[in-house]
């Protein structure tokens, strides 16, 4: 048996922000033994900041790393979200709720949905969001956490996750990686060295002259891409021209407006602005295309439809849809920004931080760097992107807006062929197939189809084992049970004030 040691040593995280300091927080607690930490940020190099709304997964994170829940949002001025509201995407007027966690109470047979959509097509139902705990909890402003003891009720998983200052989730896991012994340097990093014998990264050189070395460099610069990309050359797949939002424009506001559960995403002639209630108080951003809308406009659009005075001037971030064509190349990992970017329209940038390191665990490498590890890395992360990718694509392709140059591009525009079967499928007898542990569930696809005017030519006829009075009588039940949920929590405030507020 060969004894020689393969174990790395010396593990180098360029970058701090969330992608840094989630970085240093779940090695340092998952892989605490043999390994030494080292990160290196510049306090003179802004983070983007805007990735303040999130999905579910996020607690999954903080779980693994055995943070409380209560403790964490009353540091970071942290609220709750139980899903997004969408305005003006199908049609201008028109709004949807994407709600996090299912849609009603799947049957052996089929899943909810088919049941609701041909009571739907027999004109006999509405809209999807009675049968969403989610929805209705957030669109009445109120609030709780599961209830694993009611097995049986819509309470028991309900599924949530929140919204939060970035900057102070970064400080928050800054204390918790220190504690667990990763070593901070500050400064600006201004070259990498790379070995001769294989052109893996040697070194970074700090503006003081310091050579910082390592076995392994984890690269969370943001779209910098100081070592993947300025280093290494590794490439980037550009995919603006499915999502042509190209700029943002984000400021904060103070509080105002209704405090429900909920991110909103509000449609505008090139693009669109979110809305992130925190705490203390509301994120906001117009994200558009510059190929459709100077800038000056869209930073008016944005200055007027805030909730409150805005506590900051307006910061404009370019960025550029897509992805490294490798994540993972020689000893360098991309982590958040520097590995690719997927606009926030639906919260995706953190959960990509999670589970790129989550899956870097799974092929964290000896000082061999076997290819087959990486290589099946970056094939995971490539699926994983485009999944998303196509989701996010949805959103844009499937409108019927006649107002703006902008959405008859989208509209019009062709797709990728993944993409084009679940349109296609839908659009027959309302399937939704979901493969490969993909993020969004059918229950995330049917919210946005539906919410913004896709219509199937039939449903599924397995549904019709069951009368129309029975299937009435089961929608009419699930409804009945939501409302009255719903109705015994307490208001999204109330929760807060409770459990989670912040001191000071």
């Known amino acids: 048996m060969q004894t020689t040691d393969k174990k790395l040593q010396d593990i180098v995280i360029v970058g701090g922000g969330t992608a840094g300091w989630m970085s240093a927080a779940a090695l340092s607690q998952l892989l605490p033994h043999g390994y030494r930490y080292h990160l290196i940020e510049s306090d003179q190099i802004s983070t983007i900041g805007v990735g303040e709304a999130t999905i579910p997964s996020i607690r999954n ?3 693994h790393l055995g943070i409380d829940e209560n403790d964490f949002l009353r540091h970071t001025q942290g609220s709750f979200k139980l899903g997004i509201e969408f305005v003006n995407w199908g049609s201008v007027g028109q709004r949807y709720f994407h709600g996090f966690g299912s849609v009603g109470r799947d049957q052996p047979t089929a899943n ?23 929805t209705v909890a957030s669109m009445s402003g109120k609030f709780s956490t599961g209830r694993p003891d009611l097995p049986n009720s819509p309470l028991a998983d309900l599924s949530y996750a929140y919204h939060f200052d970035a900057g102070l989730y970064a400080k928050y896991l800054r204390v918790y990686a220190e504690q667990r012994g990763v070593k901070r340097t500050e400064g600006r990093i201004v070259r990498t060295i790379l070995r001769e014998s294989d052109g893996h990264i040697d070194a970074v050189q700090m503006e003081n002259g310091e050579l910082i070395r390592g076995d392994f460099f984890i690269d969370c610069s943001g779209m910098q891409a ?18 042509p939002c190209d700029t943002a424009i984000a400021v904060p506001c103070e509080l105002g407006g209704s405090s429900q559960a909920h991110t909103r995403s509000t449609a505008h002639a090139a693009g669109w602005q979110w ?6 108080r509301i994120g906001n951003g117009h994200v558009f295309s510059s190929h459709f809308m100077q800038a000056e406009q869209a930073q008016d659009i944005l200055m007027n439809n805030l909730d409150g005075k805005p506590l900051a001037e307006p910061r404009q971030i370019k ?10 190349n020689k000893n360098c990992v991309a982590i958040g920004l520097s590995g690719g970017f997927m606009e926030p329209l639906e919260s995706t940038s953190i959960h990509l931080i999670k589970t790129g390191l989550m899956r870097l665990i799974t092929f964290f490498p000896t000082s061999q760097f076997d290819q087959v590890d990486i290589d099946n890395y970056n094939r995971l992360t490539d699926k994983e992107y485009a999944q998303i990718r196509d989701f996010l694509i949805l959103h844009y392709k499937v409108n019927q807006r006649e107002d703006s140059e902008f959405w008859r591009y989208c509209h019009n525009m062709s797709v990728p062929d993944s993409l084009q ?8 007898n309302g399937r939704i197939l979901r493969e490969n542990e ?30 129309v009075d029975e299937i009435a009588g089961f ?15 307490p208001s999204h405030l109330d929760y807060i004030r409770a459990n989670c507020l912040a001191r000071g």
């Open 226 to 243: 100081l070592l993947i990309e300025q280093a290494l050359h590794t490439g980037y797949e550009d995919w603006s021209h499915y999502l």
């Open 438 to 467: 993909e993020l969004f569930p059918e229950d995330s696809w049917l919210q946005v189809m539906h919410g913004q005017g896709m219509r199937p030519r039939a449903y599924n006829p397995v549904i019709d084992q069951r009368s």
């Open 319 to 328: 960025f550029n849809t897509g992805k490294r064509r490798r994540v993972w």
């Open 112 to 134: 909810f949905y088919h049941y609701w959509l041909k009571m739907n097509q027999l004109g006999l139902v509405q809209g999807l969001e009675p049968y969403s705990i989610n």
């Open 475 to 489: 929608l009419h039940n699930t409804q009945a049970v939501i409302r009255k949920c719903v109705d015994a929590m």
């Open 421 to 428: 079967i679940k349109l296609d499928l839908f659009a027959s």
């Open 275 to 280: 809305r992130i209630p925190l705490q203390h």
């Open 61 to 63: 994170f903080n779980l």
